[in-house]
């Protein structure tokens, strides 16, 4: 289909100039609204205006200007039909073959601060979603263009085919344009069910807003097909936020290996969002969504050897993240340990690294920049229905521990129980994690008693050659019986952090005071299932 006649109108109005210019060259009539019409005039371009093309002034302060029955029965009019020709040509009405809309910038209007629920309601667009629907609609016969970014792609194939596009590229263009026009609606819908029910009462006044809207339409773009799900029965893909958070696993560049696998995300995110939560340099490995060794220390290379330590067997088949660029010691590291991993990731690897990485053909190696980027929220699908709840992010400092036994962890217990603490917020529940200089000992996991986990904990350090003497442990959840704490106590642990909150806190903290061990509570709990 040749493009004769096109219709701009822009409410961003990047590139405008420069794609009127190159549908101006094939001769191409413009048509456009408001704005539009006085930015494409002043750069010397022939443009009528929509008032003038239907005849019909812009009324109700631009509510109404492309909403006419020239503009729609253009747009819309099958070419293939003769009867919808035969009307047009009885009316006077051409065709318009190429809208090229985007629409009042609602998101960014209820994204600023102390936004009126007035200011909200007149930057919802109504002409221009129509206009993109009907194309969309008719893209046997209409272009529709809603991204910048499509400009200079659309010209290039108006050039290669003397001014015309082609059946595919208008469909892909409609799929885009629904697309478009389908966040947009939902991230009104999004916004005005989260208002408070008196809102429409004081229009002029910033409206209170709940945290969770009353419907909630969600929006990804699928980045890949996977080869399969969490097993290979089971098909699978990848999908990213139609806005991807800086710092996530979203946000990934992989610069060599194999094609991600379903097991693989899943287990780098673990891994990424631990290894995001330690100002100091520092390692996680992670199996099967648990951390299986967590370091810190003056550099990525001695974090890594002191992550190894905790669980060498499972670290094998792992996955490795670092929160500060790697060089080529830490691959060899890896090498000397004869350590497997499936993935490896980091904010940047230096020259010699990615040399060095380059022989281990299948290994995934991920670069992603460490911005500490959050999401609004996190979501589990369950049976008919989404569970959604905000991130679970606390700020626990020294300053905001209760000391609870008559003994007080040191200075550098403390440091070592914040630590523990950190790494338990990862650690599937019931977790316990024992640590100390930096390094986890021994890690527990997902366990339904948190006894066991506390058994397992111990086992697992014993198992990698680490004393647990003088220790310090994390319990992710309060102790329900003062068994747990016996079981530390037996191990070896001098300090205990964990939220507190049981019916029988003053039983656990009374069997801390006799074993000697000192206990902090941080009125936070980190359940993770």
Known sequence: MKIRQALISLSDKRGAIAFARGLAAF?????????????????????????????????LDGRVKTLHPKVHAGILARRDVPA?????????????????????????????????????????????????????????????????????????EMRSNDGALTLKTRFALAKKAFVHTARYDAAIANWLTALDVG??????????????????????????????????????????????TRGTISDYRQL?????????????DAALECVKSFASPACVIVKHANPCGVAVAEGPAAAYEKAFQTDATSAFGGILAFNRAIDVDVVDAMNARKHFVEVVIAPGFTPAARESLA????????????????????????????????????????????????????????????????????????????????????????????????????L????????????????????????????????????????????RDAEVVSAADE????MVFTGVRHFRH
């Not at 993109?132 to 499509?150: E, F, H, I, L, Q």
């Not at 060599?256 to 780098?268: P, V």
């Open 27 to 59: 001769g191409v009539k413009l048509l456009s609204t408001g704005g539009t019409a006085k930015l494409l005039r002043e750069a010397g371009f022939d443009v009528t205006e929509i008032a003038d093309y239907t005849g019909f002034p812009e009324i």
């Open 84 to 156: 919808h020709m035969a009307t047009l040509g009885e009316r006077a009405i051409p065709t318009i073959d190429l809208v090229c809309v985007n629409l009042y910038p609602f998101r960014e209007t209820v994204a600023q601060a102390g936004v009126t629920l007035e200011n909200a309601i007149e930057n919802i667009d109504i002409g221009g979603p129509a206009m993109v629907r009907s194309s969309a609609k008719n893209y046997a016969g209409v272009a529709v263009v809603t991204d910048p970014d499509d400009y200079s792609a659309v010209l290039d």
């Open 199 to 244: 809102a429409p009462e004081n229009p002029d006044a910033a409206p209170v807003s709940a945290t969770f809207p009353r419907t909630l339409q969600l929006a990804f773009d699928r980045v890949e097909t996977l080869r399969y799900g969490e097993n290979p029965h089971q098909e699978a893909a990848f999908y990213r936020d139609e806005t991807p």
């Open 256 to 268: 060599q290996g194999k094609e991600l696998s379903y097991n693989n995300i899943a287990d780098a």
């Open 359 to 458: 022989s281990k053909q299948n290994l995934r190696v991920l670069e992603i920049a460490l911005e500490g980027g959050a999401h609004t929220y996190e979501m589990k699908r369950v049976g008919g229905g989404l569970l959604v709840q905000t991130p679970d992010a606390s700020d626990i400092r020294p300053d905001t521990l209760k000391i609870v036994t008559k003994i007080a962890p040191t200075a550098e217990q403390t440091e070592d129980l914040l630590f523990a603490w950190r790494v338990a917020q990862f650690v599937k529940s019931n977790a316990i994690v024992f640590a100390a200089r930096g390094m986890t000992l021994g890690i527990g996991a997902g366990q339904m008693s948190r006894v066991d986990s506390t058994r397992i904990a111990s």
């Open 460 to 503: 697992k350090a014993h198992d990698a050659g680490l004393s647990l003497a003088a220790s310090c442990v994390a319990s992710d959840a309060f102790f329900p019986f003062r068994d747990g704490l016996d079981v530390l106590a037996e191990a070896g642990a001098k300090a205990v952090i964990q939220p507190g909150g049981s019916i």
């Open 515 to 518: 074993h000697g061990i000192a």
